[in-house]
């Protein structure tokens, strides 16, 4: 998406494409709210409340995307939806508090189960090159996997007890 | 109590199968004309709609780690060294992909988790040609196919061992794939909802810190790493293929 940008009017560009990311983030916003009072994890409150803590996190996600084209350095825009979601919800931020009960009231299990389903779609159309590969690119890959993960975790739990947390 | 192995089936798995088994469906005929009901051109849409999807669950993540700040401070050493983890793929897959009879590619494909981060690293320093970027690319396909699916898996199989605390799990999901991170957190939080903040807090400041510290520890630590085991492993486990594979060793400048 990012060499797009070197089009000679990027604000005209920028406008129709942070349209598209809305109407994108809207529908993936009442899919996961709907599927977060199926799995009942706004129970007790009322079914807009979860809505508009999805809303926060569309925000935060629209302000990110924006900020990756507009700054000059080739950040990803994860690295600034991180640090917006971060900052703002700080203790002591004046958003905070709002932030926190609503975006509460959505399971990050939800979020991540539609999410998956439209990367079931979006991958099928690698399934030629994939099968191309190869089961032992399977099983490199599985490993590669594996071994940072459990490096990861293995470092961690060490530290963890050296550093008396756990 | 001795451990039980779990595999947790989540609904996230089954909702990418059912999105892939959509795309591989063949077109459903209706009045005698074919309708495909999940094409080529949804899975276009659909790749693009991703992209901006991941955004509200790292913004998810990054909430809970602004609350927990204190607590992400206090665990701040293990979150830091953690980070070093992400050398277990070397150590791991490459004496796997030399015994399956990869040479070159072997760099490509085991010095990272190969996301776009490590694909524009070894591209730019062994050329798009090379076998390098093969394995790289190779990998990187493989790795978004199975991906999400494999760490969740992954995740809730080794969390039911019961060894390592879930707080190790959660900081080791941050292993430079947004997805992935997401998926491999899940299955935490599903098993654990009493301590879902401090998991999510914990997993969201990793994956910063991967996104933020990951390239530099691909150009500087793994990929030398992978060069130097390489160069010591090759001649036992690689197979003598016959053919003359030190020609192709394209030591480019970066």
Known sequence: ?166 | MPPTLIILTMPLLYAMLLGLGLFLMKPIKIFGREFDLVGRRQSKVAQGAMLVFIGPLIAKLAVSSGQSIGVIFQVGPALLLQELGNLGTVFFALPIALLLGFKRETIGMTSSICREPNLGVVIDKYGFDSPEARGVLAIFVIGTMIGTIYISFLASVLISLDILHPYAFAMASGIGSASMNAAAISPLVYMFPAMKTDLMAFAGSSNLISFCFGVYECIFLSLPLTEFLYGRLEPILGRSSGEENESDLNEGEM
């Open chain 1, 1 to 166: 998406m990012a060499f797009e940008n070197s089009n000679d009017n990027p604000a005209a560009i920028s406008k129709t494409k942070i349209f598209r990311w809305s109407v994108f983030l809207l529908i993936f916003s009442v899919i996961v709210v709907i599927g977060n009072h199926i799995a009942g994890y706004d129970a007790g409150y009322p079914i807009y409340e979860p809505l508009i803590g999805m809303l926060i996190l569309c925000a935060m996600t629209l302000a990110g995307m924006i900020l990756e084209r507009m700054i000059p350095h080739n950040i990803s825009s994860i690295i600034y939806i991180s640090i917006i979601g971060l900052v703002l919800s700080l203790p002591g931020m004046p958003t905070s508090e709002f932030i926190v009960y609503y975006v509460s009231q959505i399971d990050l299990t939800v979020i991540c189960t539609v999410f998956l389903a439209y990367v079931g779609i979006a991958v099928g159309k690698d399934w030629d090159k994939f099968k191309k590969i190869g089961w032992k690119g399977v099983v490199i890959t599985m490993f590669v996997i594996t071994g940072t993960y459990v490096c990861s975790a293995v470092i961690a739990d060490i530290v963890l007890i050296a550093t008396g947390m756990i």
